[in-house]
């Protein structure tokens, strides 16, 4: 069973808004924290987002904040991101992934064990 995968990327124009969602195994969603990473080619992953079991403290990093809102399901096992006023930067694959670390909240690609296939996002300007 695939633990993580992504789906609702496409193609936007800029100033849009697009809602992905990650659909998680029972197992993976109950990790400490969810999060959303973000790779264009020729670079390594970004940090996104990320929101711990329970949906509490959702945090969204610097480069996307007061754009994009991460939130989650527990019923459905379903994390969102809801992504508004989409620039062209923003174009990127975006990863679900799935982190057991509790203390500091992770943020780093290497603190993140489950990991989906990514769903593409493009900003067109």
């Known amino acids: 069973q695939v633990p993580l995968v992504e789906s609702g990327g496409g193609l936007v124009q800029a100033g849009g808004s697009l809602r992905l969602s990650c659909a998680a195994s029972g197992r993976t969603f109950s990790m400490a924290y969810m999060g959303w990473f973000r790779q264009t080619p020729g670079k390594e992953r970004e940090f996104v987002a990320r929101i711990d079991r329970s949906g509490g403290s959702p945090y969204s990093e610097e480069i996307v904040k007061g754009r994009c809102t991460i939130s989650r399901d527990n019923a459905k096992n379903v994390v969102y991101l809801q992504m508004n006023d989409l620039k062209p930067e923003d174009t990127a694959v975006y990863y679900c992934?799935?982190?057991?670390?509790?203390?500091?909240?992770?943020?780093?690609?290497?603190?993140?064990?489950?990991w989906g296939q990514g769903t593409q996002v493009t900003v067109s300007s």
């Open positions: 992934a799935a982190s057991s670390f509790l203390y500091p909240p992770p943020d780093r690609e290497s603190q993140y064990v489950y």
